[in-house]
C-alpha cells in the first residue's frame, strides 16, 4: 500500500477534525442521478483508505519516539507512547465510523434514487445490485435497458441517448 505523506495541518473545521483531506464534493440532486454517478457520489467512500494511513502515521511515530526515547524502561510501557497510540486510535475510530455511514448512505441513497427514476422497486434494486458485478454507471445502464423511464422528459431521454449511442 503507497501512503501519500501526511498532510500539513491546515484549516480545519471543528466539527471534522478528524479528517486530514478534503472530502468528495457532491454534485446537486437537480444535476440528475446519471451525472451524480459518474462524479462518484455513490462510491466506496475514501474514508476507509484514509484510516488505514491513519495505522501507518501512527506506527511511524511511534518508531521515532521508540528510537529517540531516553528513560530506563521499556519504551512501549510509557506513557507517552500511550499517549500516541490513543490520538491515531481515535482518529482511526472516528474515520471508521464515518466511512461506515457514509457508504450506508450512498447505497441507501442509489436504491432510491433507482427507483424514483425506472419502474422498479426497491427491492428489486436491491436484488439486482447484490447479484451485479460491475460498476455504479453500468448498474445504471442495465437498470435503463431492462425498466422503462418513470417520468421520462426531453433531458433524460437526450442524456440516455448520447450516452446510450454517443451521440
Sequence with gaps: MKVPPKPKRGKRSPFY???????????????????????????????Y??????????????????KNYKGNEDPSTDYLYFDIEKRYMKRYNKLREDAYEVEQRHLTSLVDELSKEFLITKDEVRDIMEEFGDTTEKLYIHIMENYGLRKPNKKKVMELMKYKYGL
Excluded: C, T
Excluded at 55 to 64: F, P, R, V
Design 49 to 66: 483508505e484514509w484510516a488505514k494511513y491513519e495505522l501507518h502515521y501512527m506506527q511511524e511515530e511511534l518508531d521515532e519516539f521508540v
Design 17 to 47: 477534525w478528524w479528517r486530514r483531506w478534503k472530502s468528495h464534493q457532491y454534485l446537486p440532486v437537480k444535476k440528475g442521478l446519471l451525472a451524480r454517478i459518474q462524479n462518484g457520489d455513490f462510491e466506496y467512500p475514501d474514508l
